[in-house]
Structures are given as structure tokens and as C-alpha cells.
């Protein structure tokens, strides 16, 4: 139906458009009056001290290298023009990462149907819009979900050598909670009989960017507070349900708190560990059981929700610790369903544009 580029062209301009326009939606005002948090704090920071000064400067305790980088042109523009260009960045950004995902499915042999929805899942799902509603501060989060599917569908020789390597470093000097890929790469370089070559090789860069993450978390003033404790655990468990029930938004709203509230569940902890053990069982038996895409899906499940649960247990929960694992969750989901979408082209493209509305 479509050539190879022009798919990841169409999903990534999709994607800026949606993010966009989910924050006119929201509040028309902030595309052009608004910046949130550090989308203009890194911006300010470029303008004092320069771009390299500010990359290597901690925030929260770790550094954040795409949000800084993504900062970058918009210090180029009059502040007046902050809200809208920082907008408009983070919307190219988001759209690239859409595409990106889109492109790398197809790499792995999904159909186009199902690279498309999978590409428009981060960008769409309804809990974005709680917490990280086209924001360059929150980019990572779709890097993180780009740099799990890379690691759980080991696309060696799929891909140029040095790009799988290159993002992990990207992603591991971004955000701390990246460590949890290097299970898989672990996993994958004991018992993989071919590729261990660059599977060791993901792992050094990997590896690169995380012992500079720690030695900046070790050493920065304003380090963020870590108290692991039983506690921390259970509150984020006892959130996945209504995580989950944020699917249907109409039940759904904030709390006092900050934190998401449910019509249809309220937080429980046994049942957020009943469905993280049928996760974890899942995943196992696609392991066991599946071919070699449904394998990958598990891996994308579990990595995913490592991912939430990590900063989690430095001892608070948030909203924003549910977007990476409801966004692998539900593509995992559909690539797994992939043999049947294949087949159903037509209707797939048709469902996600009614769903699209929807959300």
C-alpha cells in the first residue's frame, strides 16, 4: 500500500500532528503562552551558559540528554517565541519517534498495519495527556520505548552496526531507568548462539552511558532522595489497575493528589501483582512457545515495565512511571496479534483512524 520511506514519513507526521493537537485540545493557549517545567528551564539554561556547559549540568540528580538537546534551537528564537517553538520541537521529536518505531516493525517482518497502530500507540494512549502531552522534558519516554523494541527484537544484520549501540548510549546518558535493558542484553549474549559480536557491543555502550549517569548521580549537589523501600513497591503495583483503566478516559480523572483516580477500579495491590505475575507468565511462554516476533513482544512487555517500576521505588509514585509500560504493553499486544492484522490491512488502517478520534 505504501513504499518503505513514505510509511515512516506519513506515521512520524502523523504523530507531530496528534501530539499537537492534543494540546490544542487541552488548552489552545499553551501552544503559544505556555511552557512547561524544564522545556524552558534548558533553554534558559543554553542561553547563560551555552549548550555544552548545560548538557553535562544534572537535573533531578542525572543528566537528560535529549531534553537538553531539544532545547538547543529553541534558544536560538526570541523568548517571546519560546511556547510555540518548543512546542513545535517537541512534536517533530515525538513524530520522528513514531515513525522510528513504525520503520523498525517493519525492519522486523510486522505488517504495515501493525507498524502504523504500534508507531501511534505512545503518541495516543490516553494516560500521555496526564502527564506528558507533547513535551520536550518528556521525549524520553518515547526514546525508551524505541530503545526497548531495538533490544527486544535483536534486528542484527536488520540494521546499520552502529545504530543500535549509538541510541542505547543516547538513551542511557537521558534517563537512568535504561539500566533495565541491560537484562535483556545480558540474557541475550549468554544464550544466543549467533550476533554475540554486537550483542556485547550494545552492552559497552550501554554500559558507557550508564557509569556516567551514575558517577553524575554520586556527585551531583541536588541529587535526587532514593529510599527503596517495601512501600514504594506496593503503591506502584497497587497503581497498575488504574493505569490500565486509564484506557477508557471517561473514567478517569486526577486526584487531589496528583495522582490518577478510577470510576471503574481503585488502587489494589493484589490485583496490580495478579497482573504483573500474568505478565510475567506470558512472557515466559511466548519465550517458550512463540515464534520469534511473539518473543520479542514478551521482552518489549517485560522490559517495559522495569522501566516504570525503577524510578518508582526511589520512593514516590507518578503518573508519568505508567506511560512506557501501557505503551509496550499495547504494542507488544499488537504485534503478537500481527497474524491476524496482516491479513486485514483495509479494516486495520480504518479501525485506527476511528480509534484515534476516539482517544
Avoid at 507518578?318 to 490491512?345: C, E, M, Q, W
Amino acid at each position: 500500500m505504501f513504499s518503505f520511506v513514505p510509511l515512516f514519513v506519513l506515521v512520524a507526521l502523523a504523530g507531530a500532528v496528534i501530539s499537537l493537537s492534543r494540546i490544542l485540545v487541552t488548552n489552545s493557549a499553551a501552544l503559544s503562552e505556555l511552557v512547561w517545567a524544564e522545556d524552558g528551564l534548558f533553554p534558559l539554561c543554553i542561553n547563560s551558559y551555552g549548550y555544552f556547559s548545560c548538557l553535562v549540568d544534572p537535573f533531578a540528580g542525572y543528566l537528560l540528554f535529549l531534553s537538553r538537546t531539544l532545547a538547543w534551537p529553541v534558544s536560538l528564537f526570541p523568548l517571546s517565541e519560546w511556547p510555540l517553538v518548543t512546542n513545535l520541537v517537541a512534536a517533530i521529536a515525538i513524530g520522528l519517534g513514531s515513525g522510528f518505531i513504525a520503520w523498525l516493525l517493519v525492519r522486523a517482518n510486522v505488517s504495515r498495519g501493525a507498524a502504523v497502530i504500534a508507531g501511534l500507540i505512545p503518541v495516543s494512549i490516553p494516560i500521555v495527556g496526564f502527564e506528558a502531552i507533547n513535551s520536550s522534558g518528556s521525549a524520553y519516554m518515547i526514546m525508551l520505548v524505541i530503545a526497548a523494541i531495538l533490544v527486544s527484537f535483536r534486528f542484527s544484520p536488520l540494521l546499520p552496526v552502529w545504530l543500535t549501540p549509538i541510541f542505547l548510549l543516547m538513551t542511557s546518558l537521558t534517563i537512568p531507568s535504561s539500566a533495565v535493558l541491560a537484562i535483556p542484553l545480558v540474557f541475550f549474549l549468554l544464550t544466543a548462539k549467533v550476533n554475540r559480536r554486537r550483542n556485547l557491543v550494545n552492552l559497552f555502550f550501554l554500559g558507557i552511558g550508564l557509569l556516567v549517569q551514575f558517577l553524575v548521580v554520586i556527585t551531583a549537589e541536588n541529587s535526587r532522595p532514593i529510599a527503596i523501600t517495601f512501600d514504594s513497591l506496593t503503591q506502584w503495583v497497587s497503581q497498575i489497575p488504574v493505569a490500565i483503566a486509564t484506557l477508557a478516559p471517561a473514567l478517569t480523572r486526577l486526584s487531589g493528589s496528583g495522582l490518577i483516580e478510577s470510576d471503574l477500579v481503585s488502587p489494589n495491590s493484589l490485583w496490580g501483582a495478579g497482573i504483573l505475575l500474568a505478565l510475567v507468565l506470558a512472557v515466559v511462554f511466548l519465550n517458550l512457545k512463540g515464534n520469534s516476533k511473539q518473543a520479542a513482544a514478551g521482552w518489549l512487555i517485560f522490559v517495559g515495565f522495569l522501566m516504570g517500576l525503577i524510578p518508582a521505588l526511589a520512593g514516590y509514585s507518578n503518573n508519568r512511571y505508567f506511560v512506557v509500560p501501557l505503551a509496550v504493553l499495547l504494542i507488544g499486544t499488537v504485534v503478537i496479534a500481527d497474524s491476524l492484522i496482516h491479513k486485514r490491512n483495509a479494516i486495520v488502517f480504518t479501525l485506527v483512524g476511528i480509534l484515534l478520534a476516539v482517544l
